[in-house]
C-alpha cells in the first residue's frame, strides 16, 4: 500500500490528486471517510467506519448506530461542553432580570439585544438537550 493510497481494500483512489492535505493525512479517500461501512485493507471481512472524533478508522462495532461518533470519544466531547454549558446558561437565565428598569440595560434599549438573548437562550436549551443524549449515549456505552 503506497503512502497516497486510501486504506479502504482495493479503493485506487490517489489521495494526492484529491489535493486535500486531510485526507492524505489520515490515509483514506473522500468516498470512504464518509462510507457506513468500509473493508480496510489488509483486515479480511471486518467492517470499519471512520469516526470523525478519533480521525481514524475504527471497527463498526464501537459506532452506535449509523453515528459517525466512537462513545469513546463521548467522555471528552461530553466534559468539554459540560465545562462550558453552566457559566454560559447561567449568564443567560439570568439577564431577563436586567430588563427591569436597569439604566443603561442592552436587552431594555436595545430590541435587537433583546432577540439575539432569547436566540442564544434557546440555542443553550438545545445544547444542554444534545448533552443529555451524549450522556445517555455514555450511560448505555457503560453497560456494554
Ligand atoms: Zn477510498
Ligand atoms: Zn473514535
Redesign the pocket.
Known amino acids: 500500500m503506497s503512502a497516497r493510497c ?3 481494500e482495493g ?1 485506487t ?1 490517489d489521495l494526492v490528486a484529491l489535493g486535500k492535505p486531510y485526507f492524505l493525512k489520515k490515509k ?5 471517510m464518509r462510507a457506513e461501512e ?1 473493508h480496510k485493507a489488509g483486515c479480511g471481512d471486518s467492517l470499519w467506519r471512520f469516526c470523525q472524533q478519533c480521525g481514524r478508522l475504527e471497527p463498526l462495532s464501537n459506532f452506535d448506530g449509523t453515528k459517525r461518533n466512537c462513545p469513546a470519544a463521548l467522555p471528552a466531547a461530553a466534559a468539554a461542553a459540560a465545562a462550558v454549558l453552566p457559566a454560559t446558561v447561567t449568564y443567560a437565565m439570568g439577564q431577563p432580570r436586567l430588563t427591569s428598569n436597569t439604566p443603561g440595560c442592552a436587552s431594555a434599549c436595545n430590541p435587537a439585544a433583546a432577540d439575539r438573548l432569547q436566540a442564544l437562550t434557546s440555542q443553550m436549551a438545545q445544547m444542554q438537550a444534545m448533552l443529555l443524549q451524549m450522556q445517555q449515549s455514555l450511560e448505555i456505552a457503560r453497560r456494554l
Open positions: 486510501c486504506q479502504a479503493c483512489e483514506i479517500c473522500d468516498q470512504h468500509v
